[in-house]
């Protein structure tokens, strides 16, 4: 009988330290989820400011090197970073570039136009910007000075060069 | 018996401690692992987009380009990977490993996708530090720069190359030994035979004196080209690699062609009448049917006429 009742008492004495040692594994277990959750959360935001940071030079590297693309260039003279506004007017319905800068906003501006509004068909060259790509979310777009050059019937036919700017902002890293 | 029995009792304490003891050590060294590989990749992709984003500039015109030498801080891989059939343009993808702590290669990163960017190498290339330079490339009208890109330790040498070739290295200041005779290149350097055979990389030039003919490596198909743009191209890039591209590259050509076509009906409406509407729509249907670099003589056929009647023109397309 008393030696039923030592061993009963040492039995209760280990569940107990068991699930002491439970609760303190339980416990450690939780510590370290909560320590592993805020260095995934500190270390995600870090990825996306990284992310962020590149899309923004990529942006600005695209600003600097537009004028000089095929897509834009004017050939007919030998200024290599002037934007040939006619041919980026008729790239204005070629969806088919809409991915092909990564960028979520593309536009070009005729700085001194008395114009206010958007090309179309009617209003060419009459007018103040030609917006190539405009997604939903944008980010702040990066712009660079540029020379915009058309054909004009004036004075017999010419190929006239304005000031013009152009702005682009990166694709969105959370698209 | 019953004293030795009794020494190798474990409480169940101790056998709980020791399991869960285990669990936790290799719980840590898992999760620290995976986080060094997680890093290593993270490191790796961030280093693949700068790469992109650095070779942006050097994409310019002959008259301002140079050869640049691109030094990165550890031996790394770089992956070119090229896809004809992704959308519109097809793209290229770059990515890069770096060595692990027992010096073997990790995974390379997650690649970095551009559409506008047409880079020739290898598929794999490693190395620290990397030359790359890079050519317009026209057909009539400009299509893109090309990058050429290849690690600073191999070496080429070109063997009796057209005049043409041999000043633009110079001018470039590529550093490619020219010589007159294969037996006169470095032993490890890969030899670019122009006239005769028997090289690394056999050159077949046409009789025209322009720069045009078929390309023969070592064990590869052989391809075609026109222009030096695209004799670089081949040179320096592994034939999957170049056929990739060019068919990129034509899908651009058909592009802008359409781009071409529609500034000119734009043209027309102002009262400058070019009259390139036909031959521009014949040449984007001759380019959308594109297969190989086989195709190219007869494209550059339509290019040259394209050409000419540009430039016979007042009121000039391109």
Excluded at chain 1, 54 to 63: P, R, Y
Excluded at chain 1, 124 to 144: F, H, M, V
Excluded at chain 2, 247 to 259: F, G, I, P, V, W
Aim: hydrophobic letters at 40%; aromatic letters at 12%; one cysteine or more.
């Amino acid at each position: 009988m008393k030696h039923f009742h030592v061993s009963y008492f040492n039995n209760k004495k280990a569940q107990l330290k068991i699930q002491q040692m439970a609760f303190v594994l339980v416990a450690l277990i939780i510590f370290l989820a909560i320590v592993a959750l805020f260095y995934f959360s500190i270390s995600l935001s870090n990825i996306r400011k990284t992310a962020s940071s590149l899309q923004d030079e990529e942006a600005l590297e695209a600003v600097r090197k537009l004028a000089s693309t095929p897509e834009f260039v004017l050939t007919t003279h030998t200024c290599s970073n002037c934007i040939d506004l006619d041919k980026a007017f008729s790239l204005k319905e070629r969806r088919s570039y809409d991915e092909f800068w990564n960028l979520d906003f593309l536009q070009i501006e005729n700085v001194y136009s008395e114009e206010k509004n958007e090309c179309d068909k009617a209003n060419y060259p009459n007018c103040k910007t030609i917006t190539l790509i405009k997604n939903e979310e944008i980010g702040s777009p990066k712009s660079a000075f540029v020379t915009i050059c058309y054909w004009t019937r004036e004075k017999g036919g010419y190929t006239k060069c304005e000031l013009g700017r152009i702005y682009a902002s990166g694709k969105n890293i959370d698209k | 018996m019953i004293f030795n029995k009794k020494a190798l009792e474990f409480s169940f304490s101790w056998i709980f401690a020791i399991i869960v003891g285990a669990v936790i050590i290799f719980l840590a060294v898992y999760a620290s692992t995976e986080f060094i590989k997680t890093e290593k990749t993270k490191q790796d992709t961030v280093l693949g987009k700068q790469l992109g984003i650095i070779l942006t500039p050097i994409e310019t015109n002959l008259e301002t380009g140079k050869i640049t030498k691109i030094s990165i801080p550890e031996e790394t891989r770089i992956y070119n990977e090229c896809k004809s059939s992704q959308g519109t343009f097809g793209t290229q993808k770059i990515s890069l490993a770096t060595k692990l702590l027992n010096d073997e290669w990790g995974k390379p990163g997650f690649p970095s996708t551009f559409n506008n960017k047409y880079i020739f190498s290898q598929d794999v290339i490693e190395g620290k530090e990397y030359f790359v330079f890079a050519k317009p490339f026209n057909m009539p009208f400009k299509i893109a720069d090309l990058i050429y890109l290849w690690p600073s330790d191999e070496n080429f040498c070109f063997v009796n190359p057209p005049r043409e070739i041999e000043d633009e290295i110079l001018d470039l200041g590529i550093s490619i030994n020219i010589t007159s005779s294969a037996s006169e290149c470095k032993k490890e350097a890969k030899k670019v035979c122009f006239t005769t055979s028997g090289c690394d990389i056999d050159i077949s030039l046409d009789s025209s004196g322009n720069i045009k003919g078929s390309l023969k490596k070592k064990f590869a198909d052989r391809v075609y080209f026109e222009t030096s743009a695209l004799l670089y191209a081949a040179i320096f890039s592994s034939p999957e690699v170049y056929e990739c591209h060019l068919k990129r590259l034509m899908k651009r050509t058909s592009e802008l062609s359409l781009l071409y076509y529609s500034k000119s009906l734009l043209l027309n409406s102002k009262g400058c009448a070019s009259n390139l509407e036909v031959d521009l729509s014949s040449y984007t249907n001759k380019l959308f049917a594109f297969n190989s670099s086989l195709d190219l003589r007869e494209l550059f056929f339509d290019a040259e006429i394209i050409r000419r009647k540009n430039e016979a023109l007042s009121c000039k397309l391109f």
